[in-house]
Nanobody, 120 residues
């Protein structure tokens, strides 16, 4: 299973970015998909996650600014980030909890990380 993330970059405060992450490979089903981030000197933290049924969880600091969505047919998750702040600067990692065959356990898979820098 591979996760390919894209969409990071440099943006000014108040700007927007959209991250995408597509899962491919031997996939039977995907439970949750989401985004984590890690800033220099800090632990990785969950930003947002969405289950296959559409339940969503956000970290408090991004509520009202970020939107997460998912295309189950394409095994793709999106993170729309608006009103970006310098404190959003981090490497963003996509995550998917995947079962590779019927009856098997779900395991976590990670994308390669994409840099988001919010700076004037």
């Amino acid at each position: 299973v591979q996760l390919q993330a894209s969409g990071g970059g440099l943006v000014q405060p108040g700007g927007s970015l959209r991250l995408s992450c597509a899962a491919s490979g031997s996939i039977f089903s995907i439970n949750s998909m989401g985004w984590y981030r890690q800033a220099p000197g800090k632990q990785r933290e969950l930003v947002a996650a969405i289950t296959s049924g559409g339940s969503i969880n956000f970290i408090d600091s991004v509520k009202g600014r970020f939107t997460i969505s998912r295309d189950n047919a394409k095994n793709t998750v999106y993170l729309q980030m608006n009103s970006l702040k310098p404190e959003d600067t981090a490497v963003y990692y996509c995550n998917a909890r995947v079962s590779i065959r019927s009856g098997s356990y779900y395991h976590d898979y990670w994308g390669q990380g994409t840099q988001v820098t919010v700076s004037s």
